[in-house]
Nanobody
């Protein structure tokens, strides 16, 4: 069972940056897909960004493209989500997940098998 642990959430002002981390219990190259999702109160879960770890191919949701960046460390143990030019609508619980690579390009939660417990991000205006 793959374990994922998110960290780095907090409260910042709109326009500021924040970096989330996802510590993975296995070598990330062994996983077909790792993704970030978010869920705001009263809203459906939304795919934010995903990566094929072995090839470093990355995908982004339309609402975060050009503002957020998904990356992984050289040790292949951590996946990051760099959040730039943040907006109040980015406020949500952010989750890291791993799963089937078929669902990676569209960042769909249906195909994710393993989930972290989440980290809360609050963006104030």
């Amino acid at each position: 069972q793959v374990q994922l642990v998110e960290s780095g959430g907090g409260s910042v002002q709109a326009g500021e940056s924040l970096t989330l981390s996802c510590a993975v219990s296995v070598n990330t190259d062994s996983l077909p897909c790792i993704a970030w999702f978010r869920q705001a109160p009263g809203k459906a879960r939304e795919g934010v960004a995903s990566i094929f770890p072995a090839s470093n191919t990355r995908f982004y949701g339309h609402s975060v493209r050009d503002r957020f960046t998904i990356s992984q460390d050289n040790a292949k143990t951590t996946v990051y989500l760099q959040m730039n030019r943040t907006k109040p609508e980015d406020t949500a619980m952010y989750y890291c997940a791993s799963g089937d690579r078929r669902w990676c390009p569209a960042i769909i939660d249906y195909g994710m098998d393993n989930w972290g417990k989440g980290t809360l991000v609050t963006i104030s205006s």
